[in-house]
């Protein structure tokens, strides 16, 4: 979920500096002190930041016995600061981090275990799949939980409402989402006069190949025996020949999108040169800002054989060697209850885990389309490459030049499918061992 990187305009904290106050000052219950919490934050959007220091304020407004300081950190170079820190005994006592960081954190021995430290209330109000995504090995041959998932996100369609009135085609709802087949010949059919159908900025593609792969019951990896390997079959072949097929056989899908980011082609969807573009719930937020008049929906997200997406975290996570580590979790149990969590997903525009929050008609109104997107989550699960040791340099190295080159036509799905599957098994052996 790292969508925010190239936007970030915060500037980064060294994790240490001004910080001295946490896991320092002993036992504070026993000396009459307050117990001092530091509480690393990576919210980056003015509406985030104002969200989770009003939140830090209430805590210390009600528990003047745990004083919780709000650190400000950022998405670009946390987890080397936290590296850092944790192999100096520093790190802060509450750490928001995103679920794929915890894997290698948790296995080094840098995060508590929180399996039993949670309240029943809490635990119960995150649905399963979402604590999946944050249960991780602990390195010795047990599993445990890390951190408490509370905001994730969707990939949705984003329509021009003009072009889509105008094309007669079936409106999708949540409940009859439109299939591959659907978006195929909807794309087909708006795209006429100089505008296409579809944009897919496939300047990243892994994540989101790997995301929709699941409507078809695609997950890319296989594990037995204790080792992962790549796997590329009919079910995986699906989403890569779909979107092949609307940029290369329907002409429905613009290729010139194909070097963008998620966001770069709103300029020209906002100017009618693409009538549909796949992204995440959060571009909401841009289109609200920059549409200026300009008319847009979003639809629900496609529908294979499943309407399943993968999904990563955002997550607060307690530090090991925290020297207050349940006061640490009775702030994350406040700070992530059904009313907050309704708080901190108005403010990023992205999906609660909460089940309570999910309710809230603030996360159902039709205003922005939260009702829309606050839906898609029911179809959220883990992320198939979560767990895969090795998966960064896979994605770095094989995926993203293969995929790139596939979808610029320059190989067959077959050569992609090869590609994929032996230099990336040759990648994840060296992490296997």
Sequence with gaps: MRRWSAALAVAAVVLAAGCSSGGGDGDGAASGEPVKLRFLSLAWQKESIAANKQLVDEWNKANPKIQVEYVQGSWDNVNDQLVTSFEAGDAPDVIHEDSPALSGFSSRGFLLDLSSALPAELKSDIPQAAWDTVTFGD??????????????????????KKLLDASGVRIPTSDNPW????????????????????????????????????????TFFTTEGGKTTVKVGPEEREVLRRIHDQLHKDKSADPSALGMGTAEPLPGFFAGKYALMPAGVYLRQQMAEQADGFEWVILPPLKGVTAQQGATSQTLSVAADSKHPQESVKFISFFLNGPNQVKLAKGDWLLPTSTAAAADPAMTTKENFWDVATASAKNLVVAPYLKVDGYDEWKSKVATPALQEYFADKISLDEVAKRLVEEGDKVLERYGR
């Design 139 to 160: 390195g010795k041959g047990g599993q445990g939980v890390y951190g408490v998932p509370f905001l994730q996100e969707s990939q949705v369609l984003f329509a021009n």
């Design 179 to 218: 299939t591959w087949d659907e978006f195929a010949a909807a794309a087909k059919k708006m795209t006429k006069g100089g505008a296409y159908g579809v944009a897919w900025p496939m300047k990243s593609p892994v994540n989101k190949v790997l995301t929709l792969g699941l409507n078809f019951g695609g």
